[in-house]
């Protein structure tokens, strides 16, 4: 089955900075790929996601790419602000019978110093 | 408030006990699901509701018991559950199971004593 790891665990970057997580994945027929931001005390919310059928995707200072050859997928916050300290995660998805069935990866709790 | 409302918001019981965490949309879904979320762990699906059918995580324990009334309230009913099983609980909601917008809950923290 689908595998997600998620690096790196933890990432402290100074306000005005950019910051990277990086997802791999391990089959090949995952088609979606969301990231989602968990803030304390709330529930994952959807920030951005990926198709198959796109390399980059950009929302103001959220931007998402994806090497479909490699099997990984990135997101980059740049002009980092002290709101964008959460856990982000990413995720995996292909259609199934049932429906789609994300897998996700474990999580990078991200800290934006002031 | 994202539309999805969980209660409580925590819960502490014994591993004798039996409760019940209730989740309820009002965004007119008609799929919702129940994930787990433990310390350092990915999310774990455990239950999928729909208009069509239950789809389940064959590795959940059977002390745990969801039930789906209507597309509007999920319920996850809990007894003589294991210190293990404490974690965040999280409901979320999507159109239905091919959608791939997911709207989540904020939660339950549940802790077995």
């Known amino acids: 089955g689908e595998n997600v790891e998620q690096h790196p665990s933890t990432l402290s970057v100074q306000e005005g900075d950019s910051a990277v997580i990086k997802c791999t994945y391990s089959d090949s027929a995952s088609n979606y790929f969301p990231w989602y931001k968990q803030e304390l005390g709330k529930g994952p919310q959807l920030i951005i996601d990926i198709r198959s059928n796109v390399g980059e995707k950009k929302d103001q200072r959220i931007a998402v790419t994806l090497n479909k050859t490699a099997k990984h997928f990135s997101l980059h916050i740049t002009e980092t602000q002290p709101e964008d300290s959460a856990v982000y995660f990413c995720?995996?998805?292909?259609?199934?019978?049932?429906?789609?069935?994300?897998?996700f990866g474990p999580g990078t709790r991200l800290s934006v110093l002031p | 408030e994202t539309g999805v409302t969980q209660t409580p918001r925590h819960l502490v019981m014994g591993m004798t006990n039996k409760k019940s965490l209730k989740c309820e949309q009002h965004l007119g879904h008609n799929a919702m699901y129940w994930y787990k979320q433990s310390a350092k762990k990915p999310l774990e699906l455990m239950f999928v509701y729909s208009l069509e059918e239950r789809v389940e995580n064959n590795s959940v324990p059977s002390r745990f018991s969801p039930e789906c009334p209507n597309s509007s309230h999920l319920f996850l009913h809990l007894h003589t559950l294991q210190p293990e099983d404490s974690a965040l609980y999280l409901c979320?909601?999507?159109?239905?199971?091919?959608?791939?917008?997911?709207?989540f809950g904020s939660g339950t923290r549940l802790t077995v004593v």
């Open positions: 995720a995996a998805s292909k259609p199934r019978n049932y429906g789609q069935n994300f897998v």
């Open positions: 979320a909601s999507s159109q239905d199971r091919r959608s791939l917008g997911y709207t």
